[in-house]
T-cell receptor
Framework: DGGITQSPKYLFRKEGQNVTLSCEQN?????MYWYRQDPGQGLRLIYYSQIVNDFQKGDIAEGYSVSREKKESFPLTVTSAQKNPTAFYLC???????????FGSGTRLTVV | GENVEQHPSTLSVQEGDSAVIKCTYSDSASNYFPWYKQELGKRPQLIIDIRSNVGEKKDQRIAVTLNKTAKHFSLHITETQPEDSAVYFC???????????FGKGTKLSVKP
């Protein structure tokens, strides 16, 4: 749907657990991004990657990790160090320096 | 880094009225300004964007204006309809990195 797929749609995490959110795109975009969305906070950048095997921290990277082993894939791991992980997570991709994002449908993560 | 401020946070209008949402940015080098619409529980969708070589762009009932001197840009929706009800986000690029910094969003409600 839309060329960029996030899974799962809903995810529940226990205290102290690491969880991984999947993001896959078939748009041949070089750049991929992870944003976190909280009510009234807009979209805040976690990590981004402009090329395979390279990525940079965004404004709220603490407690998160990523990898970019393939152009199509940019998984996000929410570690136990992230103290308030309950949020809606959005993945996006774009042509580098073009800024026109295509968003995935999001993953809603809840700590139980 | 780039800082994007968006106002108002909520906006309620009667069907058929116009709606205006305003954003300011801090980085004078920014040259791309998109607007996204997000319906409840769904992904943000790009509705219109403007680049710094133009001052205004229209697409049917939607227009965006840009004032580079004052570092602000606005979204104008005319003849609003109930299906325009959503959260709208503005954004601006962070330097030359390619990632977007988003405003905190405006929840628009159009009353029939």
């Amino acid at each position: 749907d839309g060329g960029i797929t996030q899974s799962p749609k809903y995810l529940f995490r226990k205290e102290g657990q690491n969880v991984t959110l999947s993001c896959e795109q078939n748009l041949n975009h070089d750049a991929m991004y992870w944003y976190r969305q909280d009510p009234g906070q807009g979209l805040r950048l976690i990590y981004y990657s402009q090329i395979v095997n390279d990525f940079q921290k965004g404004d709220i990277a603490e407690g998160y990790s990523v990898s970019r082993e393939k152009k199509e894939s940019f998984p996000l791991t929410v570690t136990s160090a992230q103290k308030n992980p309950t949020a809606f997570y959005l993945c996006a991709s774009s042509i580098v320096q073009d800024y026109g994002y295509t968003f995935g449908s999001g993953t809603r993560l809840t700590v139980v | 880094g780039e800082n994007v401020e968006q106002h108002p946070s909520t906006l309620s209008v009667q069907e058929g009225d116009s709606a205006v949402i305003k954003c300011t940015y801090s980085d004078s080098a920014s040259n791309y300004f998109p607007w996204y619409k997000q319906e409840l529980g769904k992904r943000p969708q790009l509705i219109i964007d403007i680049r710094s070589n133009v001052g205004e762009k229209k697409d049917q009932r939607i227009a965006v204006t840009l004032n580079k001197t004052a570092k602000h840009f606005s979204l104008h929706i005319t003849e609003t309809q109930p299906e325009d009800s959503a959260v709208y986000f503005c954004a601006a690029p962070e330097g030359s990195q390619g990632n977007l910094i988003f405003g905190k969003g405006t929840k628009l409600s159009v009353k029939p």
